[in-house]
């Protein structure tokens, strides 16, 4: 029989006793996420974890076992038994616990062979990671996800036989303007006008504040905080860039913060792609960048925006398979309604650098080498990291090792184009089905090397297809009865 392979090592297994015996943990708590992405969890008292310190005998070789047929995306009643196998690497103390708790990402195995289980999303992340340094491109990627999300003060949303709404308040919502609030102050940020303004027109600076304070104590880098276009409490905290499956936990901690931060000053955070109509949606731009003996084979002095030939076959392939990526990288119904033109969203299937209205930008702050990048900005908070992230990465070396031509760049504002010159400019899919027959259709990219495979690609497709978009199409939209109640 297969043995569990783990990477543990002498050094996290004391940083992880230091841990416990510093902030007198009571609880492990070992998360987990799902296939579309949320992290799970389940959690035991300390005197249940034995032998801590002995890495033969403890949990980081035997694991723990779990019911995977309750969770999305994963197996049947009949296959249920899986087990979690702790990475000390992870271990944090939780930041959103009042129990001293050590928290831990796990990764999954199967309980019969040993072997890690394929429809985990962080081992997928994992052999696209493995793929690019078997592949002698490169040796790392790094990644640096800008993660958009609205901080609201209210939220009411139902869905039954004879009824469905959604009903959302913010303080900063400038439909408030005129609201008696016993006083109103007045300071609502106007649509679309939301980008950099300072308090009090910017009022979650604090909260915002003590966010990035929580993520730093968690070990996530960061970098910048600000409020974003949208009214009504728009956010962005970007993270310094980090590699793939690093970069992917911290996406999830990042969420797992926000959220709870919000919730404890009794306001609510949502990550949802198009939660407003009529104003910006939150995006999730990906910068990328690849690099091979500590240097960044992404800069050419001489090249345009200071890019190799080796980046622009990167952002050929990410063109190339733009349609089959938004399967993975914008994978919800209301991904797109935020990918629709007039709301900055980057639609357009071409590459410029400053041009934010590209799909692809290359940004070019700053001459510095190490700081050359791309970033693919159609991306959005609904997509698992895990499986984005290794999607982009499968696309780009694809483009790398077929010298995939992404044409010539575009510099004009894609929004003042002639007709004529709007139509030779391919644009992202429109909805998420045409985004999933897209994958159906060209996916051998992904399955290079077994990174992704078949069965996790028929498995998206069946859970996307039968649990999201057949939901939505059988339910009335509350816009048809403005539409048609009266025909």
């Known amino acids: 029989m297969a043995q569990i392979k783990s990477d543990v090592n002498k050094q996290a297994i004391e940083k992880i006793s230091k841990l416990i015996k510093d902030n007198k943990i009571e609880i492990v708590d070992l998360k987990f996420n799902d296939l579309p992405g949320l992290w799970q969890h389940f959690s035991l008292p300390i005197s249940e974890i034995s032998d801590i310190e002995d890495i033969s005998k403890s949990i980081w070789s035997e694991g723990i076992g779990f019911d995977g047929s309750s969770i999305r995306g994963f197996q049947k009643i009949h296959e249920s038994d899986m087990l979690l196998v702790p990475d000390p ?14 928290s831990i990402i796990c990764d999954i195995y199967d309980p019969i062979t040993k072997l890690p289980y394929t429809r985990d999303p962080r081992f997928i992340a994992r052999k696209a990671e493995n793929f690019l340094v078997s592949s002698g491109i490169a040796d790392t990627s790094y990644w640096g996800p800008e993660m958009e ?70 070990g996530i880098q960061i970098e910048v905080h600000h409020h974003e276009v949208a009214t009504a409490g728009q956010c962005e905290i970007d993270m310094r860039y980090g590699d793939l499956v690093k970069m992917a936990d ?29 104003d ?95 970033e693919f900005r159609p991306p959005d908070n609904s997509s698992n990291p895990y499986l984005a992230f290794a999607a982009m990465l499968m696309a780009g070396l ?20 002639t007709e004529s010159e709007i139509k030779k400019i391919p644009t992202v899919p429109g909805s998420l089905e045409k985004s999933l027959n897209a994958l159906e259709k060209d996916h051998d ?33 509350p816009y048809e009865f403005y539409l048609y109640f009266d025909i």
């Open 89 to 102: 690497a992870t271990a944090i103390l939780d930041p959103a616990c009042e129990i001293s708790t050590l």
């Open 250 to 278: 911290s996406c999830l901690l990042y969420k797992y913060i926000v959220k709870n931060i919000a919730k404890k000053n009794n306001m609510v955070a949502t990550f949802m792609p198009k939660p407003l109509f009529g």
């Open 445 to 477: 990219f992904l399955l290079k090397d077994k990174v992704f495979t078949d069965d996790l690609i028929e498995t998206w497709l069946e859970y996307k297809r039968e649990r999201e978009i057949d939901q939505i199409n059988i339910r009335p939209h």
């Open 280 to 374: 910006n949606g939150s995006g999730m731009h990906t910068h990328q960048s690849l690099w091979k003996n500590g240097k960044n084979i992404f800069f050419d002095a001489k090249g345009y925006g200071l890019i190799s030939q080796t980046a622009k076959y990167y952002i050929g392939g990410l063109l190339k398979h733009a349609d089959a990526l938004m399967a993975f990288c914008a994978p919800t119904t209301n991904s797109y309604k935020r990918l629709v033109p007039g709301y900055e969203a980057p639609v357009n299937l071409t590459y410029s650098q400053r041009n934010r209205s590209a799909a692809v930008r290359i940004p070019v702050y700053t001459d510095n080498p190490k700081s050359k990048r791309i």
């Open 149 to 218: 999300f609205f901080i609201f003060n209210d939220i009411r949303f139902d869905q039954t036989e004879n009824s469905g709404y959604y009903y959302i308040d913010s303080f900063e919502g400038e439909w408030n303007s005129g609201r008696d609030e016993k006083p109103n102050l007045g300071y609502k940020p106007r649509y679309k006008e939301g980008y950099f303004p300072v308090p009090p027109h910017d009022s979650l600076q604090d909260l915002r504040s003590k966010i990035i304070l929580t993520m730093i104590k968690s």
């Open 398 to 417: 694809d483009g790398i090792e077929n010298k995939i031509d992404p044409g010539e760049p575009l510099d004009k504002n894609t929004y003042e184009l």
